[in-house]
């Protein structure tokens, strides 16, 4: 079973960009789906982008043509790309790898869009 070590958040002002990572442990990262997910105070936890292990992507209309998820299997990290970032982005962003019966969630990292 793999680990997930999420990194790059942070405070941004709206219109500008950030690149989390998400690091996982383990020598079968490349079978896992890959996806992050994100949870704003006081509403759940949405799905905001998905890879495959062959590199299908899938994203939400909300974010589509603004965010791009990518995987690098020999460094076993998976990217978000966030660009025109909106306040309404503002969340935890979660990094989630699932293959079989396993399903495992990093610890999440903020993402703050203000002014």
């Known amino acids: 079973q793999v680990q997930l070590v999420e990194s790059g958040g942070g405070l941004v002002q709206p219109g500008g960009s950030l690149r989390l990572s998400c690091a996982a442990s383990?020598?079968?990262?490349?079978?896992?789906?890959m996806a992050w997910y994100r949870q704003a105070p006081g509403k759940q936890r949405e799905l905001v982008a998905s890879?495959?292990?062959?590199?299908?992507?899938n994203y939400p209309d909300s974010v589509k043509g603004r965010f791009t998820i990518s995987r690098d299997n020999g460094k076993k990290t998976v990217y978000l790309q966030m660009n025109s970032l909106k306040p309404e982005d503002t969340a935890v962003y979660y990094c989630?790898?699932?293959?079989?019966?396993?399903?495992?969630w990093g610890q999440g990292t903020q993402v703050t869009v203000s002014s």
């Open positions: 989630n790898a699932k293959r079989a019966l396993s399903n495992v």
């Open positions: 383990g020598s079968i990262f490349h079978l896992y789906a």
């Open positions: 890879i495959s292990s062959v590199g299908t992507t």
